[in-house]
């Protein structure tokens, strides 16, 4: 069982990455849920969601102590850091953040999502870098699932559909070139 | 049929629409708006009625008159907007109606906060409005549920001739889960209603009122309404247990919350504590006999309900159990939910104390 934890400002597709992780991990036949914390936010606010993807029957959807925090931006890095779990894996978008979680025992990847959005043709797509990197990371789903979601939700829009998809190769060979 | 991802409000739109509901009367509160959304799509496509009323009290009398004329109809709000509906909901217990109401908890009292709670179990269970009655009390703890619970309260409520409520918190409403739907059953599947008010046509006169004046009338009308509470609580009482057969400490909860104490149950199972506990799936008639069975035990030496209240189902336990063995209680409220952990430490300190006040 994995928990996962995305995190940032509204906008930044935290909820979308979030909904594409547990759709690719239901197509992979795995149990899956997706929490979205919902408040009085409003937009500029923060957003969060909550994903659990496990082999087994998940018994609580909450995400208190994740396995892995994506944090696509500086306030919700530093407020979800210290909840990581330890051993855990923290993404974080380098290119707004600084990446000092103040602890040892977590693997923090400072990744510049918002870089290798622009350069995959839309700032927008940061989120999907994220994915990259976390597919890469723990292949808590396959890529293969994350690209079929892509296609599936940007059926009519090719153009979105290929930023995307560019975005979270990018996020991908990042990690691998880290290795 | 493979499973779709569905939020926990689509998914009770679903199992309504799937069992015939045609009728959907609402008004927006903060959590469940993702309903009459999903049913302002729905229902005219499939040649029902929608109508965003002007108010929870004109919704629930909408629900009143099409479930009257024989309609399967609903109506949901969260909290604050089903205090609103309470007179409606009595008048339509009185008159026989059969409805389903749902209810998507905030944290109460008053208008409260908008993140999940538990606090209206007594108002769920004990009547909500004026006088003697009960509605049918359905809690589902996953979206699945939420699916299929809906898809059964409008047939409990037709068989009984009793409103049927949905009670779950925010956290069903907003969380996204694998479901399987049920294939969309056929109106003409659905059994017709001898009692509808659906239109003279030569048939004999119909009335459904709720206003019985002649003390003669009423009382033998709410002793009828009562054995039919009675049928309710010998054939409908549901729950599931859980590693409870050897169990020291049964804890209880329903909701999202009896997901967070199944994974309490588990860990203090590692930590070797032999835990179990009782999910009730039916609020209303309470599932007193599987307490009633674990209190029998030799084995279970104390109970612990935990909810997001002050304390409301804990009473129904203690009830069930009826002195046999200690029942304590935890609970959050203002809308935050346990963690395992905190859940966890109450067992133990109450398993404790369970031991030394033997």
Not at chain 1, 16 to 30: I, N, P, T, V, Y
Not at chain 2, 105 to 134: N, V
Not at chain 2, 251 to 276: D, F, H, M, P
């Amino acid at each position: 069982m994995v928990r996962i934890l995305l995190a940032g400002q509204g906008g930044q597709g935290v909820l979308s990455a979030g909904r594409f992780l547990a759709e690719s991990g239901l197509h992979e036949g795995k149990e899956v849920s997706y929490l979205p914390a919902y408040g009085p936010e409003m937009r500029g606010g923060t957003a969060n969601c909550s994903v659990i993807i496990s082999e087994e029957e998940i018994a609580s959807p909450l995400c208190n102590t994740p396995d892995v925090l994506i944090a696509l931006n500086a306030p919700s890095f530093h407020k979800f850091a210290p909840r990581v779990r330890s051993g855990g894996i923290i993404i974080v978008n380098g290119s707004i953040s600084d990446s000092y979680a103040g602890r040892e025992d977590v693997t923090v990847y400072d990744v510049p999502m918002g870089d290798l959005a622009i350069e995959a043709g839309d700032r927008r797509s940061a989120n999907m870098a994220a994915l990259g990197v976390l597919v890469g990371a723990t292949g808590v789903v396959r890529e293969k699932s994350i690209i079929n979601c892509l296609h599936e939700q940007f059926v009519a829009k090719p153009r979105v559909c290929e930023t995307n998809e560019k975005a979270f190769f990018a996020g991908k060979k990042f990690y691998e070139n880290l290795k | 049929m493979s499973k779709i991802l569905l939020h926990g409000t689509e998914a009770i739109c679903e199992g309504a629409i799937r069992n015939g509901c045609r009728a959907f009367f609402g008004y927006p509160i903060t959590p469940q708006n993702e309903v009459p959304e999903y049913m302002s799509v729905k229902m005219p496509q499939l040649g029902g009625t929608f109508v965003q009323a002007e108010s929870e009290v004109a919704a629930i009398n909408m629900v009143y008159g099409a479930a009257g004329a024989g309609i399967r109809a609903m109506t949901s709000s969260s909290s604050p907007g089903v205090s609103l509906k309470q007179e409606g909901i009595s008048y339509i217990a009185c008159a026989r109606i059969p409805c389903v109401v749902v209810n998507i908890m905030r944290a109460g009292p008053g208008l409260g906060g908008i993140l999940p709670a538990q606090g209206d179990y007594f108002q769920a269970t004990k009547g909500g409005g004026h006088g003697d009655y009960h509605l049918i009390v359905l809690a589902p703890s996953s979206v699945q549920e939420a699916c299929d619970f809906t898809y059964a309260a409008f047939d409990l409520a037709d068989k009984y001739r009793v409103p049927c409520m949905i009670l779950a918190d925010g956290m069903i409403g907003q969380l996204m889960e694998p479901v399987e739907l049920p294939p969309l059953r056929p109106l003409s599947d659905i059994p017709e209603k001898k009692w509808a008010t659906s239109g003279h046509y030569g048939k004999e006169r119909r009335v459904l009122n709720s206003l019985i004046i002649k003390p003669e009338e009423l009382e033998p009308h709410v002793n009828e309404l009562q054995r039919t509470y009675d049928e309710i609580y010998a054939n409908e009482r549901r729950s599931v247990s859980y590693l409870t057969e050897d169990a020291e400490i049964v804890l209880t909860a329903y909701g999202t919350v009896a997901r967070i104490v199944k994974s309490a149950v588990n860990e203090l199972r590692r930590q070797g504590i032999k835990a179990g506990c009782i999910r009730p799936l039916t609020l209303y008639p309470f599932p007193d006999d599987a307490f009633a069975a674990c209190a029998a035990r030799g084995c279970t030496k104390a109970f612990l309900s935990v909810e997001l209240s002050l304390g409301q189902m804990v009473e129904d336990v203690r009830l069930a159990v009826n002195g046999k063995k200690p029942v304590y209680f935890y609970g959050r409220t203002g809308g935050n939910v346990p963690e395992e952990g905190e859940i966890v430490e109450a067992a133990k300190k109450f398993l404790q104390q369970a031991e030394e006040e033997k």
